[in-house]
């Protein structure tokens, strides 16, 4: 079992539609969780993190941790074109070293 | 403010060749990261500084070598490249205490014949 698992995608959705992007970790022990925006061919992009459980938004963009299901989520409301990318989630304890998962692949349809 | 740089941009090696890939950062970060993207693996790191004069694994880093030449220079080296090293890496840096905010460069795409 990996220790972060993404769906890859591609999920297509209409311009305006709430999209919905989920991993899932496999250690308890992880505390931060990042999401990561990666437009093709270029470098990934920080968007949020949170610590421990919880909600945070910025914006359009809303990170959700649930730490007792091991699940963690980002919700884009409005979704626009420029949104079409792939969005990577990542975790970990607060070290230097973080799990990426392997991304899902969103394209918003205008 | 370019953020991090990386060069080159694209690299074809033969099997055996050595390079040097470079990464500099302008925001004063003290931590800087080598990571690897493969298709279906997501990024996995390399090695990391977690400040000027130190260096460690992470965890794929058989076959590298790093340098962090100053506070804004952080290099990776291949002494024998490997087909199994053709891939996308990424170099990215943070502010001391904040490791999960990395910033990252726009990759270098190596292929190694």
């Known amino acids: 079992q990996k220790e972060v698992e993404q769906d890859p995608g591609p999920l297509s959705v209409p311009e305006g539609a709430i999209v919905s992007l989920n991993c899932t970790y496999s250690?308890?022990?992880?505390?931060?969780f990042m999401w990561y925006r990666q437009y093709s061919r270029k470098g990934p992009e920080l968007l949020m993190y949170?610590?421990?459980?919880g909600n945070k938004e910025d914006g359009r963009f809303t990170a959700q941790v649930d730490k007792s299901s091991k699940y963690i989520s980002l919700f884009i409301r409005d979704s626009q074109p420029s949104d079409s990318a792939t969005y990577l989630c990542?975790?970990?304890?607060?070290?230097?070293?973080?799990?990426f998962g392997t991304g899902t692949r969103l394209k918003v349809l205008a | 403010n370019a953020g991090v740089t990386q060069t080159p941009k694209f690299q074809v090696l033969k099997t055996g060749q050595s390079m040097t890939l470079q990464c500099a950062q302008d925001?004063?970060?003290?931590?800087m990261y080598w990571y690897r993207q493969d298709p279906g693996m997501g990024l996995r790191l390399i090695y990391y500084s977690a400040s000027e004069g130190t260096t460690d694994k992470g965890e794929v880093p058989n076959g590298y070598n790093v340098s962090r030449l100053n506070k804004r220079e952080f290099s990776l080296r291949l002494e024998s490249a490997a087909p199994s090293q053709t891939s996308v890496y990424f170099c990215?840096?943070?502010?001391?205490?904040?490791?999960?905010?990395?910033?990252f460069g726009p990759g270098t795409r190596l292929t190694v014949t």
């Open positions: 949170t610590y421990s459980s």
């Open positions: 925001m004063n970060h003290n931590s």
């Open positions: 990542a975790t970990g304890q607060g070290t230097y070293k973080y799990i």
């Open positions: 990215a840096s943070s502010v001391a205490g904040r490791p999960y905010e990395q910033y």
């Open positions: 250690n308890s022990a992880f505390q931060y």
